[in-house]
């Protein structure tokens, strides 16, 4: 493996050593332990009570049922520390085929840009079944690289897609593009059309055929085309929008020198590797999510452009090498990001979970409407009575639903009748929303909690009255402010703060309220 090797698989580790915080994480490891539990695949949506007639999702159940695994082995940490050994399997397989037969000069380059290119994935090396796709495309990439027999690239497909189903076009589109890049280099050299496509015809088509072999079946290949033509869908779901200079300078900074390496040594780097990794940066350009893709396919092309530029500066390579390394890791430790387990509450409602778990609902289920992107982490966390109207299973829910439940959210014309129609008993909204206005508006609807990151509302009339009485906020409200005596609302604000251990909104709030009063002294 070599130093620069290794140093490469720390980094690896160190970066994938970071606390949870995906929001996707829990309704995965939900569907394993449903999976388990059921031994098989459940016919029907379990979590939502929108989506109970329709289809379970079953693109990804080898790897939920993995982590449910591990998760029930080790919880979060557990989780976190697998993960984290995948991400150093990445960075090696990206370095060992950048570095391969080549000089120590080159291992010391491969190791600095491993570096910055895990750095500018680190968002994206999370407890999900993206992971294995990027650890398998590195592996293909080097398979590739190395002239292995192609049948090699068939029961790798195989466990691919029923590890993520959602790249099932992923493998077998990489040999298409590596086999064109071969052909169109035989070509070039005026020795006609290289035999390499006829070479892949057969693999190719066997990788298709054991990609079949998964509970989704053929639908695999149709589940990309389904989620990019849900318009709003990929308008309103972050990783689908393109990366934005603004929040993710370091991204750009990279695909550019990386294409001016990559020109530069493009003898070097052949067309293969340069098709495969200009038409994955174009994905990457499209969608953050596809940001991976590009770093592992063209870390090597970049390489080898670097070692034809280097020149004077080899000396210099490793001790450069090694402190960039050192930045990838220790710019986001600084952070929080990395060299830390456990979960990030903060960016939970987890103040909602507790109430929601002791309301004494009358509906069973109980009907819960919050932001999607914490469907999964309330499914997972209250019991099976509480059903959510929504999470993060563009598959599950399909475009129907996933529109409804912006329309809400945005307040639209057609909202009303929505709300009607769907009626839940309770909601879990962030600060700010359309819909939490027209909520706070609502007789109907209390007001029962809120802290630093979410509000929860019930409807009245699907709760004990007493709890209620003895819950729901009437002298003040975060959203619209004061509305009854001093002592009222300085009552409410304690008792928020007291509902809300360490939660700083309920106590800002009494503060500027008491400032307001006159009252400095006890503000």
Do not use: C
């Given at each position: 493996m070599g130093v620069a090797g290794l140093v490469a698989v720390v980094v690896g580790v160190a970066i994938g050593i970071g606390p949870v915080w995906d929001f996707d994480v829990w309704f995965q490891v939900h569907c394993g332990q449903a999976l388990l539990a059921a031994r098989g695949l459940p016919a029907h949506d379990l979590f939502?009570?929108?989506?109970?007639?329709?289809?379970?999702?079953?693109?990804?159940?080898?790897?939920?049922?993995?982590?449910?695994?591990?998760?029930?082995?080790?919880?979060?940490?557990?989780?976190?520390a697998t993960k984290a050994l995948l991400c150093g399997a990445i960075a090696w397989l990206m370095h060992r085929r950048a570095a391969a037969g080549r000089s120590e000069a080159t291992g010391w380059m491969a190791l600095a840009l491993v570096s910055w290119a895990l750095y500018v994935m680190r968002w994206h090396l999370v407890e999900r079944?993206?992971?294995?796709?990027?650890?398998?495309?590195?592996?293909?990439?080097?398979?590739?690289?190395?002239?292995?027999?192609?049948?090699?690239?068939?029961?790798?497909?195989?466990?691919?897609?029923?590890?993520?189903?959602?790249?099932?076009?992923?493998?077998?589109g990489v040999l298409a593009l590596w086999s064109a890049g071969r052909a169109l280099e035989g070509r070039r050299r005026h020795a006609g059309w290289s035999p390499s496509v006829r070479d892949a015809l057969l693999p190719g088509?066997?990788?298709?055929?054991?990609?079949?072999?998964?509970?989704?079946?053929?639908?695999?290949?149709?589940?990309?085309?389904?989620?990019?033509?849900?318009?709003?869908?990929?308008?309103?779901?972050?990783?689908?929008?393109?990366?934005?200079?603004?929040?993710?300078?370091?991204?750009?900074?990279?695909?550019?020198?990386?294409?001016?390496?990559?020109?530069?040594?493009?003898r070097e780097s052949g067309f293969p590797a340069l098709l495969t990794g200009a038409v994955l940066a174009g994905l990457a350009c499209s969608a953050r999510r596809h940001i991976?893709?590009?770093?592992?396919?063209?870390?090597?092309?970049?390489?080898?452009?670097?070692?034809?530029?280097?020149?004077?500066?080899?000396?210099?390579?490793?001790?450069?090498?090694?402190?960039?390394?050192?930045?990838?890791?220790?710019?986001?430790?600084?952070?929080?990001?990395?060299l830390r387990l456990g979960v990030r509450e903060e960016w939970y409602p987890a103040g909602a979970v507790a109430v929601l778990r002791d309301l004494p609902l009358?509906?069973?289920?109980?009907?819960?409407?919050?932001?999607?992107?914490?469907?999964?982490?309330?499914?997972?966390?209250?019991?099976?009575?509480?059903?959510?109207?929504?999470?993060?299973?563009?598959?599950?829910?399909?475009?129907?639903?996933?529109?409804?439940?912006?329309?809400?959210?945005?307040?639209?014309?057609?909202?009303?009748?929505?709300?009607a129609r769907w009626s839940p008993d309770a909601f879990v909204l962030d600060y700010g929303t359309h819909l939490g206005r027209r909520l706070a508006d609502d007789p109907a609807l209390a007001l029962v909690h809120w802290d630093d990151t979410a509000l929860v509302y019930v409807r009245r009339s699907a709760v004990d009255t007493r709890w209620i009485v003895a819950h729901a906020a009437r002298a003040y409200h975060p959203e619209r402010g004061a509305s009854g005596s001093p002592a009222a609302v300085l009552a409410e604000l304690d008792r928020a703060a007291r509902e809300a251990p360490g939660a700083a909104r309920p106590r800002t709030a009494a503060a500027r309220y008491l400032a307001a009063l006159g009252r400095l002294e006890e503000a």
């Open positions: 939502s009570y929108t989506a109970v007639n329709r289809p379970w999702d079953s693109q990804e159940w080898l790897t939920q049922v993995l982590m449910a695994l591990v998760h029930g082995v080790g919880g979060w940490h557990a989780l976190t079944p993206q992971v294995v796709t990027y650890l398998f495309l590195a592996l293909e990439l080097l398979w590739l690289e190395q002239g292995a027999p192609l049948w090699r690239l068939v029961p790798l497909s195989l466990l691919w897609a029923n590890l993520h189903g959602g790249s099932a076009l992923l493998g077998p088509i066997a990788m298709m055929a054991a990609i079949l072999i998964n509970p989704a079946g053929w639908r695999l290949f149709t589940y990309p085309f389904e989620t990019m033509a849900d318009r709003f869908y990929m308008l309103n779901v972050r990783e689908w929008l393109a990366p934005a200079v603004g929040e993710q300078p370091e991204f750009f900074i990279g695909m550019a020198v990386a294409g001016v390496l990559a020109a530069a040594g493009w991976p893709l590009a770093g592992i396919a063209l870390l090597t092309p970049a390489v080898r452009g670097a070692a034809v530029l280097a020149g004077p500066l080899t000396r210099a390579i490793p001790a450069l090498a090694t402190l960039l390394a050192a930045a990838a890791v220790a710019l986001p430790a600084a952070r929080g990001e990395a009358r509906a069973v289920p109980a009907r819960v409407y919050a932001l999607h992107r914490w469907g999964g982490y309330l499914s997972f966390l209250l019991p099976d009575r509480v059903k959510v109207f929504i999470d993060g299973r563009q598959l599950v829910y399909g475009p129907d639903l996933f529109l409804s439940y912006y329309l809400m959210l945005e307040d639209r014309p057609e909202a009303p009748e929505l709300l």
